[in-house]
């Protein structure tokens, strides 16, 4: 297995209604198993072990992928984006992985209520930058 052996000692990470069965690969938000792949698996694995801190892609790369990060290669991201989507399909209404540009990915689960809020100011600086008159878009 390339990056985490957690194979020795069984182990079950809860965080809420989110649950992750390492010895067993499986996870579970919501309620609901989820159906993931071996390098999603991994991702998410390296990411809880530092649950609430930042992980950055080179790190994630040479857990998952057992090697460096090339420049230009995308796959941490692609990965992350699949991992993300179904996460949220599972448990709508959350978020789980946030994105922090420049530096890498940090794995907390959190309402999206709680991000909604954070996001009306750029909608309302969008409405308020259109040139009077002009429809807003």
């Known amino acids: 297995m390339v990056g985490y052996e957690h194979e020795q000692e069984p182990r ?3 965080l809420d209604d989110f649950e992750i069965r390492l010895s067993e690969g499986l996870v579970s938000a919501g309620g609901e198993v989820l159906t993931l792949s071996v390098r999603e698996f991994q991702l998410l694995v ?3 072990d530092r ?3 930042i992980v950055r892609r080179d790190e994630l790369c040479q857990a998952v992928w057992d090697r ?3 420049p230009g290669d995308r796959s941490v991201d692609v990965y992350v984006s699949k991992l993300r989507a179904k996460l949220e399909a599972a448990a709508p209404g959350r978020q789980f992985i946030h994105t922090h540009p420049g530096f890498g990915y940090r794995f907390q689960p959190q309402l999206s209520r709680d991000l909604d809020t954070s996001k009306e100011p750029s909608a309302q600086t969008a409405d308020t930058d259109a040139a ?3 429809p807003a878009s």
Do not use: K, N
Request: charged residues 20%.
């Open 12 to 14: 079950t990470v809860r």
């Open 46 to 48: 390296a990411m809880v």
């Open 51 to 53: 649950a609430g801190g």
């Open 68 to 70: 460096e990060l090339r």
């Open 132 to 134: 009077p008159g002009s």
